[in-house]
């Protein structure tokens, strides 16, 4: 069982803010207006909530879920890298699924194979609650879809990078 203790304080924070990444990397796969990006953003607290009560018995999600600290934020200009607002937007996409991998590869060492499993289902489920949160492509809400395409894309993204294909 992992413990918070058995994670070093970058770590820690990795897999703390990897669900809060995924959103991000949702909203970036295809920019929404100001409304929608809320929604997304509440649709991922929500469905990391209920991973952390579901999956309470294991000890990870009862320490990640008991952890009310802020974790440091990782560095917006690493993040987003140089060039232009589209390049900047793929350089973030493949940051979030390049930590993605990291934080699941700790889970696996470090955790049972059970922490892993919740740990890749919460993760995907937090990019398919942001998808799902608002329609795209529409005007006052009339018309748009549920799910882009590049949102369904980011999703197989996600999915790859946890390895649920």
Known sequence: MAKQETFSVDEW????????????????????????????AASSAMGMAEAFRANSSLELFAALGADRSMPDM???????GEGSREQQIQNFKAAVLERIKAAVSLVSAKGTPAEADAYKKMLVDVAERAANASKEGGFLGFGGVRVSDKEHAFIAEVKQAVGIA
């Open 13 to 40: 924070a990795l897999l703390r803010l990897a669900p809060l990444l995924v959103a991000g990397g949702m909203g970036a796969a295809d920019p929404s207006g100001l409304f929608a990006s809320i929604k997304e």
């Open 74 to 80: 990782p560095d917006t200009k690493q993040l987003l």
